[in-house]
């Protein structure tokens, strides 16, 4: 199994421009959640999908967030002007619920850095 | 609603020594708790997980937790650790019974000082 594959690793952009972050579940997973990574607020789940359906977004910080889902395989977390403050680590993971698996498998994630 | 704490932001412990970080939780409901690890530059890996049954849990590369209901606490340990444990730990916790969102700790860092 390759994992959860997440695109870009890094991405460095300029205040104002739109970003794109990609993310592909493994397969088979139902679950598929979008996480932010900074060193002063820790983990944050912004949004989880179940079966391509939005369960939850109420972790987007602001509507300049948004999130989908098109498909089983494939997941964008856009954000639409950028600013500074949401530079950080991105992590996009998945679960399976059959059979009582609930653990996350992580990507390796995409630092984002907006100057 | 959840949550987890974990006191201890960095804890450094010299190679071949035991180690414990500590996690302790909220929870209005009957709980799955986990942990995870992080290694530099990388992404979220379960170490351990306690669904039910015994308390006591095993998980990869030696690590054990136990689950402590009458005190909340769902503590990591390992009897002896090495270099390569030197890493990020994240307890998390999810309300059992369906799925719901996890909520995850602040961290807690272990440095292994050779």
């Known amino acids: 199994d390759a994992g959860v594959i997440q695109s870009p690793r890094h991405e460095v952009t300029e205040m104002g421009q739109e970003v794109t972050l990609r993310c592909k579940p493994i397969?088979?997973?139902?679950?598929l959640f979008w996480y932010r990574q900074t060193m002063m607020r820790g983990l944050e789940l912004l949004i989880y999908?179940?079966?391509?359906?939005?369960?939850?977004d109420s972790g987007m910080p602001e509507d300049r967030f948004s999130a989908k889902m098109p498909n089983a395989s494939f997941s964008t977390l856009k954000i639409q002007p950028s600013e500074p403050r949401d530079s950080a680590v991105y992590f996009c993971?998945?679960?399976?619920?059959?059979?009582?698996?609930?653990?996350?498998?992580f990507g390796p994630g995409t630092r984002l850095t907006v100057t | 609603a959840q949550s987890v704490t974990q006191l201890d932001s960095q804890v450094p412990v010299f190679e071949e020594a035991p180690v414990e970080l500590r996690c302790n939780y909220s929870?209005?409901?009957?709980?799955?708790l986990f942990w995870y690890v992080q290694y530099p530059n990388q992404g979220l890996q379960l170490l351990l997980k306690?669904?039910?049954?015994?308390?006591l849990v095993k998980g990869i590369n030696g690590f054990e937790a136990e689950f402590n209901k009458s005190q909340t606490s769902f503590h990591l340990r390992k009897p002896s650790v090495h270099i390569s444990d030197t890493a990020e730990y994240f307890c998390?916790?999810?309300?059992?019974?369906?799925?719901?969102?996890?909520?995850f700790g602040t961290g807690t860092k272990l440095q292994v000082i050779p």
């Open positions: 306690y669904l039910s049954g015994s308390t």
């Open positions: 397969s088979g997973h139902d679950y």
């Open positions: 998390a916790v999810s309300p059992s019974g369906g799925y719901q969102k996890v909520t």
């Open positions: 929870s209005s409901v009957s709980v799955y």
């Open positions: 999908f179940n079966n391509n359906v939005p369960i939850d």
């Open positions: 993971a998945s679960s399976a619920r059959d059979r009582g698996r609930f653990e996350q498998y």
